[in-house]
T-cell receptor, first 115, second 111 residues
Framework: GAVVSQHPSRVICKSGTSVKIECRSL??????MFWYRQFPKQSLMLMAT?????????EQGVEKDKFLINHASLTLSTLTVTSAHPEDSSFYIC???????????FGPGTRLTVT | EDQVTQSPEALRLQEGESSSLNCSYT??????LFWYRQDPGKGPEFLFT???AGEEKEKERLKATLTKKESFLHITAPKPEDSATYLC????????????FGTGTRLKVLA
């Protein structure tokens, strides 16, 4: 149980374009979803927290107009990187927290490369 | 300021050589402490949740313990497939369920 999927697993896009990453909880309803970014050999950096039907809460230093988060349902959250630049290239990971639990369950991650 | 420190940064063990990983934390009100395993290019995999000092959890060759200032992940007779980065995260009582992650311990078990 507690399976989280992400799509796509890898994406390459050109500078200036936008890319959308989907995060789904497959076998539970996620009260809260989180989006992280991870640089090579570093730990996870929280970008934002989202609750279904509410606006996302962004961490300090994260541009909300650049990283658009939509938590449309209890099983789906999306992250859209707008006007992507090479410095946005990174490993993006989502997690989902089932209602009534404290644990977060993570997706497999999405490798974004901006050329 | 809430903070999590993991040590060592990297650890090389021979197969069968038991050891412990440390996670020291400072948080204003601990809701829970979590251990994860992360393989290269993948998302973290949940291992354990600990809530109160003195609590222990076990799973196969892994045992996690918790005190008021730190947590240990003991690895008994490790195998090469235990090679991974082990991440510790704490959750405060802010109500947001956010994690504060440590920087992880990269474990390599040699056959």
């Amino acid at each position: 149980g507690a399976v989280v999927s992400q799509h796509p697993s890898r994406v390459i896009c050109k500078s200036g374009t936008s890319v959308k990453i989907e995060c789904r909880s497959l076998d539970f309803q996620a009260t809260t979803m989180f989006w992280y970014r991870q640089f090579p050999k570093q730990s996870l950096m929280l970008m934002a927290t989202s609750n279904e039907g509410s606006k996302a809460t962004y961490e300090q230093g994260v541009e909300k107009d650049k990283f658009l988060i939509n938590h449309a349902s209890l099983t789906l959250s999306t992250l859209t990187v707008t006007s992507a630049h090479p410095e946005d290239s990174s490993f993006y990971i989502c997690s989902a927290r089932p209602g009534g639990q404290d644990e977060q369950y993570f997706g497999p991650g999405t490798r974004l490369t901006v050329t | 300021e809430d903070q999590v420190t993991q040590s060592p940064e990297a650890l090389r063990l021979q197969e069968g050589e038991s050891s412990s990983l440390n996670c020291s934390y400072t948080v204003s009100g601990l809701r829970g402490l979590f251990w994860y395993r992360q393989d290269p290019g993948k998302g973290p995999e949940f291992l354990f949740t600990l809530y109160s000092a003195g609590e222990e959890k076990e799973k196969e060759r892994l045992k996690a313990t918790l005190t008021k200032k730190e947590s240990f992940l003991h690895i008994t007779a490790p195998k090469p497939e235990d090679s991974a980065t082990y991440l510790c995260a704490v959750q405060g009582e802010s109500g947001t369920y956010k994690y504060i992650f440590g920087t992880g311990t990269r474990l390599k078990v040699l056959a």
